[in-house]
Every structure is written in C-alpha cells, then in structure tokens.
C-alpha cells in the first residue's frame, strides 16, 4: 500500500515537472503601428487550446497582465497579452499613463483596432484554436 502511494506522488511530480509556461514577445501590426504583445502558454499542452486576450491597465503592459496571462496558462489556455499604446511605448509617471489612456479613451475606434489586432495575432498563433 504504502509503494503504491509513493508511485502515485513519484508519477504526479514527474508530470508536473515537464511543464514550462512559455512568455514569448511577439510584435505584430495595427496599420503603421508596431505593437509588442506576450503570448503565454503552456508548452507540456499540445494540440490547440482556447484563447484570451489579456489587455492591460492604463500603466501598460506589466507584471499584473504577466501574472494574470500565466495563471490562464496554467488553465489551459492560451494568453495574448495586447499592447494597446505601441512597441516601445510604456509609461513611466502618472502623468504619462494618463496621456496615454486619455488618447484611447477619447478615441474608442483606435482602442477598438488595437484589441482586434491582438485578437488576430492570438488567433493566427498554432497554439491556439482560433475558434475557441
């Protein structure tokens, strides 16, 4: 009974170990714009899985959207982080994020185009099943 128990755990970690949440930049276009997004996935998964788009908060692309693209990952997912503001473009003060989120708040279109950019490239990724 008790071998029986450490072969079950030995086996579970064994599984558990090859799995690796892979973090890729990717840059993809929205028109003239160059746009820097991260996919996240699981690379232990194979075949095609659901995708999220992840959008970020007014700061930009940072730790909180990396976290919370991980944490889909682990469920199966796979995240596209989008990059609304443009490759390079990441602000630093409180009053940047604020001219940055003022330009796409007053401007829904663009805002619009710049998720449907990222919902393309997560789309076209092999990992994803772009009908899920």
Known sequence: MKRTWILAVGLMVGVAGRAEIRMDRVEYQDGAATLEGLVVYDDATSGPRPGVVVVHQWRGLGDY?????????????????????????????????GKQAGQYKGDRALLRSRVRAALRQLKGLPQCDPAR
């Open 65 to 97: 959207e990396r976290k919370r693209a991980e944490m889909l990952a682990q469920l199966g997912y796979v995240a596209f982080c989008a990059d609304i503001y443009g490759k390079g473009v990441r602000p630093q003060t409180v009053e940047e994020a």
